[in-house]
């Protein structure tokens, strides 16, 4: 019960880091991660907010998941798929007093860039099923036998291209998070795993 208890804290708090990171990212000013960039695009078709359209996209992803490999689904999934969404809405105009003193741009930006990374990484630790986009991830990483860093820069790349086409606005801190959060991610994969093998633990993606 209690190793239950401490994955479900775990999956909670990564994935209200995601969100957290996100926020920052669009309170930056200077470009919001892929993701939310090609959501942007999705705006000017459908005038949801960008939470709602997080939500959305995450429930439809995770309804493919579930038909291209539904092991890397879990409780963990529903919680990332809702509540990374609301977190990003809650959050976006929270952080106005963050801006209100005047923080760089580009110091808001990697902030935003490391929560993200980081967030995902974490609430992936849960061990408790995969979010839709960290999903996709791993199954493109597997099938196409990619590090998964690299798996998750090509997929940023995309979003990006698909969101400009439909009019989404980018900046510098959309590229840098297309290039940093994957690394932030592999990067604590790293770290995650090391720590395992010291205590004797081995833990495949998926479980």
């Not at 930056?28 to 999705?42: W, Y």
């Not at 939500?55 to 999934?77: K, P, Q, T």
């Not at 991830?137 to 940023?156: C, E, K, N, Y």
Request: net charge positive.
């Amino acid at each position: 019960m209690m190793k239950m208890l401490r994955r479900l804290v775990i999956t909670v708090v990564g994935t209200f880091m995601i969100g957290l990171g996100i926020a920052l990212l669009v309170d930056s000013g200077v470009g919001i991660d892929p993701l939310s960039t090609f959501l942007a695009g999705v705006q000017t078709f459908i005038p949801w907010s960008l939470g709602n359209l997080i939500v959305a996209f995450n429930v439809i992803m995770l309804i493919v998941l579930f038909f291209l490999d539904r092991r890397l689904l879990g409780v963990g999934s529903v919680i990332n798929a809702t509540c990374v969404g609301l977190t990003v809405d809650l959050l976006t105009g929270f952080n106005a007093f963050i801006t209100a003193q005047n923080w760089p741009s580009l110091i808001l930006s990697l902030l935003g860039i490391f929560f993200l990374g980081s967030g995902s990484a974490i609430y992936m630790y849960g061990r408790l099923g995969y979010g839709a986009l960290e999903g996709l991830m791993m199954f493109g990483s597997t099938r196409l036998h990619w590090p998964v860093r690299w798996t998750r820069i090509a997929m940023d790349v995309i979003f990006i291209i698909l969101g400009i086409l439909m009019g989404a606005n980018y900046g510098y801190g959309t590229i840098l998070s297309a290039l940093l959060v994957g690394q932030v991610i592999g990067l604590w994969r790293q770290i995650i795993t090391a720590k395992q093998r010291r205590g004797g633990v081995v833990v495949k993606d998926g479980e």
